[in-house]
């Protein structure tokens, strides 16, 4: 008489732990459960044939996830004059299989070691979801199962877009066999990557001043991220004749641009998080996953796009986050059109890193010079910028009919919803608009106090 193996299990009658030993099978080389056979191979057989196949076929058609029956027959034969239930199982295609309310860690997914069902280890595990799933990250399914996306469905609702069960699947949170995939991992309030910001005093990392840590879904990172850097994102005022000239350290647009690149083309099959250093005369972003084969870095800068994160791009284009592929690096660039300094971009293996200058620091050292010092050999120029000329524009449009909401800015400049909002939370911020009224109603009126000074220039 044969012997239980890899591929061969006993059991004398129906037990509920049947389940565990169909779901090791589908997870390594397939196998066969014979129901009504001793551990020592003699054959007990088994009654009510019918009843005990109607358990097996219902026990793994609702217990084990992906779905396994197509994978699975369950049939009778008479060994020794008697009845044995016999329960074959193929290698599945979709693995690893497990156990529905355990989910896809070691208590859920079982293989088979030797003669034993035993569970796997989060290494098995991971190798089986990267096999099936190819080198695609964000299309593999999610380890954790157990998803809320309270915050990403707040995101949608505010721009008007829908986010239910078919919106998941285009998108892609949902995968084919209705498990949650990384992408939906990354949106998602469990999300364990996550952004380290840090503020050194100085142009070295000698000294801390602050330092934060943003987790959630990516587009609240994003959001926590860009509000964060913002508030050491000083405004310097010069007179360089009648008129006052305002300048940010960093034009919001680098800013912005920069930390979605980052988010967007991260390799999050690593763990490590996005770096963020702010230093008195620099930005630098630093992200995990370097270019993909057959990408330089003058490709980049020439605006070439090749997507490590395809599907998570495409939620932020949705969301009018991305206008279009590839123009991140290029308006970058062009915000630092008229500036002395520029941002470097620096690329190793498995690192990319941007590096954005304090358009105002060249001036600062000028001006904080002792007696007898010499000046840098920096050409010092003051220029009028995108983003004042976006200002003052917005000051005219308030003067003119008292106040101004978003769809004037994007009609009358020309930009996206996603700039619009950032203009206007930039001058709110900074005190020159006062904000009234939420949702749709939302007004922004020029600041008493701006407007006198304003008028004072």
């Known amino acids: 008489m044969f012997s239980e193996g890899k591929t061969i299990e006993f059991k004398r009658q129906y037990v509920d732990d049947i389940k565990n030993t169909v779901t090791a099978f589908a997870n390594c080389d397939g196998g066969t459960l014979y129901i009504g056979i001793d551990d020592d191979g003699s054959v007990c057989g088994?009654?009510?044939?019918?009843?005990?196949?109607?358990?097996?076929?219902?026990?793994?058609?609702?217990?084990?996830?992906?779905?396994?029956?197509?994978?699975?027959?369950?049939?009778?034969?008479?060994?020794?004059?008697?009845t044995v239930i016999c329960v074959s199982v193929q290698r599945g295609t979709a693995r690893p299989y497990y156990i529905h309310g355990k989910g896809i860690r070691p208590e859920g997914v079982y293989v088979r070691q030797g003669a034993s069902?035993?569970?796997?280890?989060?290494?098995?595990?991971?190798?089986?979801?990267?096999?099936?799933?190819?080198?695609?990250?964000?299309?593999?399914?999610?380890?954790?199962?157990?998803?809320?996306?309270n915050q990403t469905q707040k995101f949608f609702e505010e721009r008007g877009i829908k986010f239910g069960e078919t919106q998941m699947r285009t998108l892609h949170f949902i995968?084919?066999?209705?498990?949650?995939?990384?992408?939906?991992?990354?949106?998602?309030?469990?999300?364990?990557?996550?952004?380290?910001?840090?503020?050194?005093?100085?142009?070295?990392?000698?000294?801390?001043?602050?330092?934060?840590?943003?987790?959630?879904?990516?587009?609240?990172q994003l959001e926590d991220a860009f509000s964060y850097i913002n508030q050491y994102n000083r405004t310097r005022s010069e007179f360089p004749g009648l008129y006052r000239v305002d300048a940010r350290d960093y034009p919001i647009e680098a800013i912005r641009e920069a930390l979605i690149n980052a988010i967007v083309h991260r390799d999050y099959s690593f763990s490590a998080s996005i770096l963020i250093r702010m230093f008195d005369d620099r930005i630098e972003i630093v992200t995990v996953g370097g270019l993909l084969k057959g990408i330089s870095v003058d490709d980049v800068k020439l605006g070439v796009s090749a997507l490590r994160n395809q599907n998570l791009a495409n939620v932020f284009y949705r969301l009018k986050l991305i206008e279009a592929y590839g123009t991140g690096i290029l308006k970058i660039n062009e915000s630092y059109n008229g500036y002395t300094v520029k941002p470097i971009i620096e690329v190793s293996d498995n690192a990319f890193k941007i590096t954005l200058p304090n358009t105002n620091f060249p001036k600062e050292r000028q001006t904080s010079l002792f007696v007898g010092e010499t000046a840098p050999a920096y050409n010092i120029r003051t220029v009028r910028t995108k983003a004042d000329e976006r200002k003052s524009a917005v000051i005219e449009m308030c003067r003119e009919k008292g106040y101004v909401v978003r769809r004037d800015l994007e009609r009358s400049l020309g930009v996206s919803q996603a700039t619009a909002i950032l203009i206007l939370r930039d001058m709110t911020e900074s005190g020159i608009l006062v904000k009234e009224g939420a949702a749709r109603q939302v007004r922004y009126?020029?600041?008493s106090s701006a407007v006198n000074s304003i008028k004072r220039l």
């Open 175 to 220: 995968g084919e066999d209705n498990t949650y995939t990384n992408l939906a991992f990354l949106l998602s309030e469990q999300c364990t990557h996550t952004i380290k910001a840090a503020v050194f005093e100085g142009s070295t990392k000698t000294v801390f001043k602050n330092r934060k840590e943003f987790s959630g879904s990516l587009l609240v």
């Open 117 to 149: 069902t035993v569970p796997a280890t989060e290494a098995a595990i991971l190798a089986m979801i990267k096999e099936t799933a190819g080198d695609s990250y964000e299309n593999a399914r999610s380890f954790n199962q157990e998803l809320t996306f």
């Open 445 to 447: 009126y020029l600041n």
């Open 46 to 82: 088994v009654d009510n044939a019918d009843d005990i196949m109607l358990r097996v076929t219902s026990a793994v058609r609702d217990a084990v996830r992906p779905d396994i029956t197509m994978f699975t027959e369950c049939r009778s034969e008479i060994m020794d004059d008697k």
